[in-house]
């Protein structure tokens, strides 16, 4: 099948799939609420409509796929799903984000069923801003799951930082000598005003600009990598040769390259992180239709694909948090955790 391109010639590459909406941390910037409304489970799609769903994305060009939540590693037999996906050997890259609470547990049979990369986020070095953000104590676990993935033969760790004014700024350059010393590379990440982000507002975003000024401060001289990929991140270069990357989705948002698209937990698909509505594909699949009518309806919902959701955002004159508590409660789907980062 030709591959598909959206409205802006944007091709259809980078799937991101969310396999459960649940998590064992609470994020400030994702998760501060109390109280959740949880996807039902009867709605959750199986592994078979999972792989399903993933071989039409393939044939019609998604080369990459990541996987993420709520926590993936919360999703029993994760690895069963892996190898399922793995198998049909379409997709370039199987990656997964996770915050690394439960990796120890989990590094070695993912690797082994065939995840090529992970991303483990971490925010912090500090027990105590660990257990501020999170609202868990569980800091010591996420670097023995770090340790883990690397003892199981994970090269290219990825490390990913939301930076907050007044929480972990400070922390900038010694995230980055931490990450330097265990051969990772991380990406700081301006806090974003996405779904579930409650607590956002526009003084609490720690610009690029200022992440720029801190590292070369702290490290010296900073130089821009070229851009190889559509990939969100701008890297960078200390004078040694460390390397690093910046997302910056609110002062310098991407969307011109994005080439990404979210399926939630229990398959409704989103084209953009802003987006309000999503395609319900469970909804396709549990009708009876047959892999045709499922790609010729993603084909169809990606070639009017016009979002450029953060620019828009960038663009308001006055910007505040997206949605409030009261109508994620009342639409779990617009949740970070739902949709998946
Ligand atoms: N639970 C896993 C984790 O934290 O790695 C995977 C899902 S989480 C939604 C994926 C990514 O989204 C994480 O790296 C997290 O830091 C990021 N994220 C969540 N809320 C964010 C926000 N308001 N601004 C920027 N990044 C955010
Ligand atoms: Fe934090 Fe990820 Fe859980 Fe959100 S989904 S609360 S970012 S660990
Ligand atoms: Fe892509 Fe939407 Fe993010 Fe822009 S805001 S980069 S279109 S997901």
């Known amino acids: 099948m030709p ?8 091709p259809l590459r980078n799937l991101r799939l969310s396999v459960t909406d649940r998590c064992n941390l609470r ?4 998760m501060p609420e109390e109280e959740y409304v ?3 489970k009867p709605n959750v799609l199986t592994f078979e409509e999972v792989a399903r769903t993933v071989a039409a994305f393939t044939a019609l ?20 799903l892996v190898r399922m996906l793995a198998a049909p050997r379409r997709l370039r890259e199987i990656a997964m984000t996770t915050n690394g609470v439960l990796l120890a547990d989990h590094a070695v049979a993912l ?10 986020s971490l ?8 257990r501020l953000l999170s609202r868990r104590d569980d800091l010591p676990r996420v670097f023995a799951g770090i340790e883990a993935a690397r003892a199981a033969g994970f090269t290219g760790l990825k490390l990913d930082t939301v930076v907050i004014d007044g929480v972990n700024d400070d922390e900038v350059p010694a995230l980055l000598d931490y990450a330097r010393g265990i051969g990772a590379e991380i990406r700081f990440i301006e806090y974003m005003d996405v779904g579930g982000a409650t607590h956002w507002s526009p003084e609490r975003v720690v610009s690029r600009a200022r992440l720029l000024e801190q590292l070369r401060a702290a490290h010296g001289t900073v130089h821009a990598l070229p851009r190889t990929d559509s990939a969100p991140a701008e890297r960078f270069a200390l004078r040694d040769g460390t390397t690093f990357g910046i997302i910056a ?4 948002p991407f969307c011109s390259t994005c080439d990404r698209s979210r399926l939630t937990a229990d398959g409704m698909w989103f084209t953009c992180l802003y987006a309000t509505h999503g395609e319900d594909l469970r909804a396709l699949l549990r009708s009876g239709a047959d892999d045709a009518a499922l790609c010729e309806r993603i084909r169809e919902v990606w070639r009017g694909r016009r979002d450029r959701g953060a620019e828009v955002r960038a663009a308001l004159p006055e910007r505040r948090a997206l949605a409030e508590a009261a109508s994620l409660r ?3 789907h617009l949740e970070m955790h739902t949709r998946g980062g």
């Open 123 to 130: 925010d912090t070095l500090r027990p105590a801003t660990f």
């Open 27 to 30: 994020c400030s910037y994702c």
């Open 111 to 120: 690797r082994a069923a065939g995840v090529d990369r992970l991303t483990v």
């Open 61 to 80: 060009g998604v080369d990459e796929l990541r996987l993420t939540g709520g926590e993936p590693l919360l999703r029993a037999d994760l690895p069963v």
């Open 330 to 332: 009342a639409n779990p």
């Open 3 to 10: 591959p598909v391109a959206d409205t802006f010639g944007r």
């Open 38 to 40: 949880w996807l039902p």
């Open 249 to 252: 989705s609110v002062t310098k």
